[in-house]
């Protein structure tokens, strides 16, 4: 999906400085869209009024990377993620029994332990997706990643059945839970989608498939931009 040059320019790693990126273009939008910045280093992945937040693409990336991408078919060596980015990608590692890096904001980081042959995939909340094919994070390979996750999931023998019975358990959970507000008077979750045979599986189906296998993570970030130097270091010390 392109977007217009001033878009593409901000180039800060954030939705709001995008919002081209996640307002719909049409009234029937694809079943997947992906962008990029003005040098496609960072990605963002979306389905169906649906968008996929970076800390949890690098973790989905992980966890279908073996089965799904080439590249990674004889396993990870360990992943790695940066301090601000939620630990989903942490919960992954662990399944798979792979190490996985916490480091300091920037991907140089990430390069020093490619080169220790300790990091097959990484990435940052920052909208930064890469590996160890090439020493700086790739928003095209990221997005070309993620098709091949939902092409080995809508594959005859790939990942489909995995993704559905997720599914199926996640909406039980859904199911137990509507009830249980229904009976307090409250208001009923929404009900999870499940794939049939007469549709392909989604972004959002991989998605909430990676919720209900490995649980869901939440974090806020905040930035604070054009705070006078004072004031910053007056913030720093009582942190202190």
Known sequence: MGLPPAAAAHDDGHSHGHPAATTPISTTPPSFGAAC??????NMILGPRFFVTPS????????????????FKTGLKGVARSMPTSAA???VASALGVPCAEVPTGWKFF????????CSLCGEESFGTGSDHVREKDGLWA?????????????????GAAVASALAKLGGVVAAATHHHEEGGAAAAPAAPSPSSSRLVGV????????ATYG??????????GVESEKADAVMNLLK
């Open 216 to 225: 869901r993570n939440y974090y806020t970030r905040y930035d604070y931009e």
């Open 111 to 118: 390069g020093n332990l490619m080169d220790a042959g300790k």
């Open 143 to 159: 997005v070309l990643a993620w098709l091949s996750v939902l092409a080995h999931a809508n594959h005859a023998d790939g990942a």
């Open 89 to 91: 990608l942490d919960r």
């Open 204 to 211: 959002e189906d991989i998605v909430r498939a990676h919720w």
């Open 56 to 71: 949890d693409s690098v973790a989905i990336l992980a966890a279908h990377a073996a089965a799904s991408i080439p590249y």
């Open 37 to 42: 910045d003005g040098d496609a280093d960072r």
